[in-house]
Protein backbone atom coordinates (compact mmCIF):
# COMPACT_ATOMS: atom_id res chain seq x y z
CA UNK A 1 0.00 0.00 0.00
CA UNK A 2 1.26 3.57 -0.71
CA UNK A 3 1.10 5.71 2.58
CA UNK A 4 1.46 9.24 2.92
CA UNK A 5 2.93 10.20 6.72
CA UNK A 6 2.69 14.24 7.35
CA UNK A 7 2.59 16.76 10.33
CA UNK A 8 0.39 19.64 8.96
CA UNK A 9 -0.85 22.50 10.68
CA UNK A 10 -3.80 24.00 10.35
CA UNK A 11 -4.03 25.34 7.17
CA UNK A 12 -2.09 22.41 5.64
CA UNK A 13 0.76 23.12 5.83
CA UNK A 14 4.08 21.56 6.38
CA UNK A 15 7.16 23.57 6.11
CA UNK A 16 8.50 27.10 5.91
CA UNK A 17 11.20 28.14 3.72
CA UNK A 18 13.87 27.09 6.36
CA UNK A 19 12.14 23.19 7.36
CA UNK A 20 9.82 22.30 9.50
CA UNK A 21 8.49 24.77 12.06
CA UNK A 22 7.89 22.96 14.93
CA UNK A 23 9.77 20.13 17.28
CA UNK A 24 7.75 18.04 18.62
CA UNK A 25 9.21 14.75 20.01
CA UNK A 26 6.29 12.85 20.17
CA UNK A 27 5.61 12.87 16.48
CA UNK A 28 9.39 12.08 15.75
CA UNK A 29 9.00 8.77 17.63
CA UNK A 30 5.65 8.19 15.89
CA UNK A 31 7.21 8.94 12.66
CA UNK A 32 10.07 6.62 13.01
CA UNK A 33 7.82 3.63 14.32
CA UNK A 34 5.48 4.11 11.83
CA UNK A 35 8.02 3.96 8.99
CA UNK A 36 10.18 1.25 10.10
CA UNK A 37 9.16 -1.34 7.34
CA UNK A 38 8.19 -0.74 4.13
CA UNK A 39 10.06 1.64 0.90
CA UNK A 40 11.15 5.46 1.99
CA UNK A 41 10.13 8.13 -0.70
CA UNK A 42 10.86 11.49 -0.81
CA UNK A 43 11.24 14.38 -2.83
CA UNK A 44 15.24 15.82 -3.74
CA UNK A 45 14.13 18.76 -1.11
CA UNK A 46 13.25 16.16 2.00
CA UNK A 47 16.85 14.43 0.80
CA UNK A 48 18.88 16.90 0.93
CA UNK A 49 17.54 17.66 5.35
CA UNK A 50 18.80 14.16 5.72
CA UNK A 51 22.44 13.08 6.91
CA UNK A 52 21.60 9.33 6.76
CA UNK A 53 18.92 7.42 5.42
CA UNK A 54 16.21 6.50 7.62
CA UNK A 55 16.19 2.86 9.91
CA UNK A 56 19.80 1.78 8.00
CA UNK A 57 18.35 0.51 4.91
CA UNK A 58 17.54 2.06 1.37
CA UNK A 59 15.32 5.14 0.80
CA UNK A 60 14.00 6.47 -2.20
CA UNK A 61 14.66 10.39 -3.94
CA UNK A 62 12.29 10.59 -6.50
CA UNK A 63 14.17 13.08 -9.02
CA UNK A 64 14.97 14.26 -12.05
CA UNK A 65 18.74 15.56 -10.96
CA UNK A 66 21.57 13.17 -12.64
CA UNK A 67 23.80 13.86 -10.12
CA UNK A 68 24.94 11.18 -7.75
CA UNK A 69 23.12 10.71 -4.23
CA UNK A 70 25.03 10.09 -0.28
CA UNK A 71 25.70 6.30 -0.09
CA UNK A 72 21.99 4.97 1.02
CA UNK A 73 19.96 7.00 -1.06
CA UNK A 74 18.96 5.80 -4.53
CA UNK A 75 17.49 7.79 -7.29
CA UNK A 76 13.68 7.03 -8.64
CA UNK A 77 12.25 8.58 -11.34
CA UNK A 78 8.36 7.75 -10.46
CA UNK A 79 6.05 6.30 -7.91
CA UNK A 80 5.44 3.41 -11.18
CA UNK A 81 8.74 2.67 -11.16
CA UNK A 82 9.40 2.23 -7.77
CA UNK A 83 6.09 -0.18 -7.30
CA UNK A 84 7.31 -1.99 -10.57
CA UNK A 85 10.70 -2.53 -9.07
CA UNK A 86 9.52 -3.49 -5.36
CA UNK A 87 6.25 -5.37 -6.37
CA UNK A 88 4.08 -5.72 -2.99
CA UNK A 89 5.94 -3.74 -0.83
CA UNK A 90 4.71 -0.92 1.73
CA UNK A 91 5.66 2.51 0.09
CA UNK A 92 6.06 5.49 2.54
CA UNK A 93 6.00 8.70 1.15
CA UNK A 94 7.77 11.08 3.44
CA UNK A 95 7.54 14.48 1.17
CA UNK A 96 8.14 17.39 0.37
CA UNK A 97 5.36 19.18 -1.02
CA UNK A 98 5.50 18.38 -4.57
CA UNK A 99 6.04 14.97 -4.33
CA UNK A 100 2.78 14.46 -1.95
CA UNK A 101 0.85 16.53 -4.57
CA UNK A 102 2.18 14.01 -7.34
CA UNK A 103 1.33 10.61 -5.26
CA UNK A 104 -1.34 11.40 -3.27
CA UNK A 105 -3.71 10.33 -6.35
CA UNK A 106 -2.30 6.74 -5.39
CA UNK A 107 -2.46 6.78 -1.66
CA UNK A 108 -4.54 4.57 -0.13
CA UNK A 109 -3.90 5.75 3.25
CA UNK A 110 -2.86 8.90 5.26
CA UNK A 111 -1.12 9.38 8.51
CA UNK A 112 -1.37 12.91 9.70
CA UNK A 113 -0.25 14.40 12.52
CA UNK A 114 -2.77 17.67 12.90
CA UNK A 115 -0.93 20.65 14.62
CA UNK A 116 -2.88 22.99 15.89
CA UNK A 117 -2.32 26.95 15.07
CA UNK A 118 -0.95 28.62 12.07
CA UNK A 119 2.73 28.27 11.75
CA UNK A 120 3.28 30.37 8.82
CA UNK A 121 4.20 27.75 6.25
CA UNK A 122 4.86 28.20 2.63
CA UNK A 123 4.37 24.73 1.46
CA UNK A 124 1.18 22.59 1.88
CA UNK A 125 0.31 19.27 2.02
CA UNK A 126 -2.70 18.80 -0.95
CA UNK A 127 -6.40 18.89 -0.41
CA UNK A 128 -7.35 15.33 0.64
CA UNK A 129 -10.82 15.41 2.60
CA UNK A 130 -12.92 14.80 -0.78
CA UNK A 131 -10.88 11.62 -1.44
CA UNK A 132 -10.57 10.28 2.02
CA UNK A 133 -12.07 9.57 5.29
CA UNK A 134 -10.88 9.66 8.63
CA UNK A 135 -10.96 6.28 10.54
CA UNK A 136 -8.89 7.05 13.72
CA UNK A 137 -8.08 10.12 15.60
CA UNK A 138 -5.64 9.99 18.92
CA UNK A 139 -6.66 12.38 21.93
CA UNK A 140 -4.70 15.36 21.70
CA UNK A 141 -1.09 15.67 23.05
CA UNK A 142 1.14 18.15 24.03
CA UNK A 143 5.31 18.95 23.27
CA UNK A 144 5.98 22.03 25.13
CA UNK A 145 3.26 24.37 24.21
CA UNK A 146 2.06 22.90 21.09
CA UNK A 147 -1.02 20.63 21.10
CA UNK A 148 -1.10 17.62 17.96
CA UNK A 149 -3.22 14.49 17.34
CA UNK A 150 -2.78 11.51 15.20
CA UNK A 151 -5.13 10.90 12.47
CA UNK A 152 -5.55 7.92 10.43
CA UNK A 153 -7.66 8.38 6.81
CA UNK A 154 -8.43 5.53 4.12
CA UNK A 155 -9.17 6.32 0.41
CA UNK A 156 -12.64 6.56 -0.19
CA UNK A 157 -14.48 3.84 -2.39
CA UNK A 158 -14.81 5.13 -6.17
CA UNK A 159 -18.35 6.08 -6.49
CA UNK A 160 -19.81 5.30 -9.72
CA UNK A 161 -20.06 8.57 -12.18
CA UNK A 162 -23.38 9.63 -13.20
CA UNK A 163 -24.58 9.16 -16.84
CA UNK A 164 -24.75 12.43 -18.93
Given amino acids: MIRLIAA ?4 RGIATDSGIPWKLPGDTAYFRAKTATGLILMGRATYDEFAAPLHKRENFVLTTHPGPLRTGF ?4 SLD ?3 AENPGEDVWV ?3 ATVYAHTITEA ?3 LL ?4 GDFDCTKFFPP ?3 EFGLTARSDDRQDGVTTY ?3 TWQRLPSRPTDPV
Fill in 149 to 151: RFE
Fill in 94 to 96: IGG
Fill in 128 to 130: YET
Fill in 113 to 116: TQVD
Fill in 81 to 83: QLT
Fill in 8 to 11: LDSR
Fill in 74 to 77: RAIG
Fill in 108 to 110: GEL
